[in-house]
């Protein structure tokens, strides 16, 4: 089997997330991508999430979409920061004999050495870098083939979705359209938990 992971805050789920999602599905012939929320991210404020069930309802709602997308909280159950070197770790246990890919986003390519335990992550599973920016495809098989030495990476390309979950909060608290931006389930859920409401 061939089994993606893909970590992030998700507050909330956005379009963005879900197309990424599937063309890493398609792109990457996965059989299987769990899309795992972050308890307490080493790169974020935990004072802006709401609270860990309605992040991990949100993004069970939006991953109706495909049977091939999965939720795992197993970062939410962890009394640790979310390193991702841990939930690698995790899925390796659970899929000793699967080939492994972790999903991450091109900016993130260009400091992964800063990240903990970088050398493990890569030693493994394979790297897959998602591009969302137009002729950046050059700068980022230079810095994969740096890294390299390490283990394998992938660069895959998706279509540009221009949202991000923060100006998705700030809409929200500003009484501003934002429903254009995520799953209707979702929607339907911040609206019910008034969620991000100042």
Request: hydrophobic letters at 35%; glycine letters at 4%; one cysteine or more.
């Amino acid at each position: 089997m061939r089994i993606g992971i893909y970590g992030g805050s998700f507050n909330p789920v956005h379009n963005g997330h879900i197309h990424l999602a599937l063309t890493a599905v398609s792109e990457l012939e996965l059989d299987r991508l769990y899309l795992v929320p972050s308890k307490i991210s080493p790169h974020r404020s935990s004072a802006e999430y709401v609270p860990e069930e309605d992040r991990l309802e949100m993004l069970r709602r939006a991953c109706r979409v495909s049977d091939r997308l999965e939720v795992c909280d197993y970062e939410l159950r962890s009394d640790r920061v979310s390193y991702t070197i841990f939930t690698v770790e995790e899925f390796r246990r659970r899929f000793p004999d699967d080939e492994l890919f972790l999903l991450v986003g091109s900016d993130m390519l260009m400091i992964f050495e800063t990240w903990n335990r970088f050398a493990d992550i890569l030693r493994e599973c394979t790297l897959a870098v998602v591009s969302r920016c137009e002729g950046d495809i050059p700068e980022l098989e230079r810095k994969a083939e740096e890294l390299r030495r390490y283990g394998n990476i992938v660069i895959c390309r998706a279509e540009a979705v221009e949202v991000s979950s923060t100006d998705i909060r700030k809409k929200i608290a500003k009484n501003q359209k934002y429903s254009c931006y995520l799953d209707k389930n979702v929607v339907q859920y911040i609206r019910l938990k008034k969620l991000y409401k100042q």
